[in-house]
C-alpha cells in the first residue's frame, strides 16, 4: 500500500522500517478470517488490516493518537495469526510493536490504566515480589467480588500455590547425564518461577539426559517482553542488554532456551529491536541467533520416549507464541508422538486463548470471551490431558477446565524416565483407582 511519510520522517530508523512492512500489505483482508479480535467483534478496526490502517494513520500525521486508535491497538493480542496467515510477508509484530511504543510517548492513559501498567510492569518481571503479591492475592482472594472487574480478572488468574526460588536458580552448571553435545543456557523467566517451577526442572533433566550441559546464566532474567509489549522500550531496552550481558558472560554456548514461547519469540527479536544502537547491535544478533525454544533443541537432539508411560490422549494446545510467532508448528506436536502419547487437536486451535502477555488482564472481557472458547473446544475432546508450551497459557485454560494441563517438556520429561508431572498425579492415581 502506499504511504506518505515525509523525509523527515523518514529519517527515523523506527519509522522507515514501519514504512516498509505497511508498503508490503496489498489490503487483501486473508488475514482478517484468522484475527480472533475480528472474528469477536466484526469491526474492521478490530481486525490486522484495519489496525495497519490505523497504525499508518496514527504514524503518519505527527499528532497524539486518538483515544479510538489507542482503543483497536489495545484489543490487539499480538497473537500474530495474521502474520501466518499474511500471503506478502507483512511484519505485522514488529509494527504493533512500533505502534504500541508510539502510544505510549504520545497518549496520556486515564490514571487507572497508567497505575495498572506501572503496577504489572513493576510485579511480574520480579519472581519474588510476584510470588509475595499472589500469596497474599490467593489468602483475600474472597474479596475479589468487591473489587472492580478489571482488578477481579487478576484474581481469577491467582494460583492456589506459589513457590520460593528452586534450587534450579542456585545452580550454575547442572553438567549432560551422558556424552555432553551442546552446552545450552536455559532462561528460567519470571512470571514462571513462582508459579510453575516444575517447567524448567523438567526442561533441564530432559536436555541434560539427551546431551545438554545446562548453564543457567547469573543474571539472565525477565527477556524483556512484558515492558516492550506494554510499549516500555526503555525498560525492555535495558533488560536485553542486561540479559546479552549475563549469557556472554556465561562462556561459551551453543544455544539460548526458552520455555515459555513468549519468552523465545522475545529472544529472536533482541536483534531487529537493538539494531539501532551500535554497541549492542552486533551482540543483540549473536543471542537472537541463538535463541530456541525448548522443543527445536530436543527435537536437535534426537529426543525419543523410552519409558513405557501409559499412552495418554494429548490435546495439545499451540501456544500463538510458539506457533506463529515462532513458526513451530509441526516440531511440538513430533516431539509428544515420539513420546509414545496421542496428540489430538483442538478444534479452531489457531485461535488464541486470550492470555497474550497481560491481555488477560489489561482487556479481561475479550480475553474471557476467549478462553471460554478454548475451553467449550477443549471440552468437546476425550482426552486425558492438555499440554501447550507458554505458562501463560497454561494459567488462563487450566482456571475451571477438568482437565490437568501441563507444560509439554513435562511430559517429554516424564516419557523419558523424569517424574510423572505434578498436575497429573492426582488424574492417574484416580484412574487407576478405577481400574483396579
Ligand atoms: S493478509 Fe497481509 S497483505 Fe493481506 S490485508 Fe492482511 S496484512 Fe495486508
Ligand atoms: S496479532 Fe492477533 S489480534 Fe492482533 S491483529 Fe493480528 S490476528 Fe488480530
Not at 482478517?32 to 490505523?54: F, K, N, Q
Not at 492475592?137 to 500455590?161: G, H, M, Q, S, T
Not at 539501532?276 to 536437535?300: F, G, I, N, P, Y
Request: aromatic share 4%.
Amino acid at each position: 500500500m502506499r504511504t506518505q511519510f515525509s523525509l523527515t520522517q523518514l529519517a527515523d530508523p523506527d519509522i522507515a522500517a514501519s514504512d516498509q512492512i505497511l508498503r508490503k500489505c496489498v489490503h487483501c483482508g486473508f488475514c482478517t478470517a484468522t484475527c480472533p479480535t475480528y472474528l469477536m467483534l466484526g469491526d474492521e478496526r478490530d481486525s490486522p488490516r484495519g489496525r495497519i490502517i490505523l497504525i499508518q494513520d496514527m504514524l503518519q500525521s505527527d499528532l497524539p493518537p486518538d483515544p479510538s486508535t489507542v482503543k483497536h491497538l489495545d484489543r490487539c493480542l499480538s497473537c500474530l495469526s495474521c502474520m501466518t496467515t499474511c500471503p506478502s510477508g507483512v511484519n505485522y509484530m514488529h509494527l504493533i510493536d512500533h505502534a504500541r511504543a508510539h502510544i505510549a510517548e504520545h497518549h496520556k492513559r486515564p490514571l487507572f490504566d497508567r497505575l495498572t501498567r506501572q503496577a504489572l510492569g513493576m510485579l511480574l518481571v520480579r519472581p519474588r515480589l510476584f510470588g509475595l503479591a499472589m500469596a497474599i492475592a490467593n489468602r483475600f482472594r474472597f474479596l475479589a467480588r468487591i473489587l472492580p472487574e478489571k482488578l477481579r480478572a487478576v484474581f481469577d488468574l491467582v494460583p492456589a500455590r506459589v513457590y520460593g526460588p528452586s534450587a534450579l536458580e542456585q545452580a550454575v552448571l547442572q553438567p549432560a547425564t551422558g556424552q555432553a553435545r551442546l552446552n545450552v543456557a536455559l532462561l528460567l523467566g519470571c512470571v514462571q518461577r513462582p508459579l510453575a517451577p516444575e517447567i524448567s526442572q523438567a526442561a533441564a533433566r530432559v536436555l541434560r539426559r539427551f546431551g545438554a550441559n545446562v548453564v543457567i546464566p547469573q543474571g539472565l532474567e525477565c527477556c524483556g517482553a512484558i515492558a516492550h509489549h506494554m510499549g516500555d522500550h526503555h525498560a525492555s531496552n535495558q533488560r536485553i542488554d542486561a540479559n546479552i550481558a549475563a549469557i556472554e558472560r556465561a562462556g561459551p554456548i551453543d544455544r539460548v532456551i526458552a520455555t515459555a514461547s513468549g519468552c523465545g519469540t522475545m529472544l529472536k527479536a533482541y536483534g531487529f529491536i537493538r539494531r539501532t544502537d551500535h554497541a549492542m547491535a552486533q551482540r543483540a544478533m549473536q543471542v537472537a541467533d541463538l535463541a530456541r525454544d525448548v522443543s527445536e533443541v530436543l527435537s536437535e537432539l534426537g529426543y525419543r520416549g523410552n519409558s513405557g508411560i501409559p499412552r495418554l490422549k494429548v490435546a495439545y494446545h499451540a501456544a500463538c507464541s510458539l506457533e506463529h510467532g515462532q513458526n513451530q508448528k509441526a516440531g511440538p506436536r513430533a516431539l509428544l508422538r515420539a513420546a509414545g502419547f496421542d496428540v489430538v487437536e483442538i478444534p479452531n486451535g489457531h485461535l488464541c486463548c486470550g492470555s497474550a502477555g497481560t491481555y488477560n488482564l489489561l482487556q479481561p472481557e475479550l480475553a474471557g470471551q476467549l478462553k471460554a472458547n478454548k475451553q467449550a473446544a477443549i471440552r468437546t475432546l476425550d482426552i486425558d490431558v492438555v499440554a501447550a508450551g507458554n505458562i501463560g497459557c497454561m494459567t488462563q485454560i487450566s482456571g475451571g477446565l477438568n482437565k490437568p494441563v501441563v507444560h509439554t517438556v513435562e511430559l517429554l520429561d516424564w516419557a523419558s524416565g523424569g517424574p510423572m508431572p505434578p498436575a497429573l498425579v492426582n488424574q492417574i492415581t484416580a484412574s487407576k483407582a478405577r481400574t483396579s
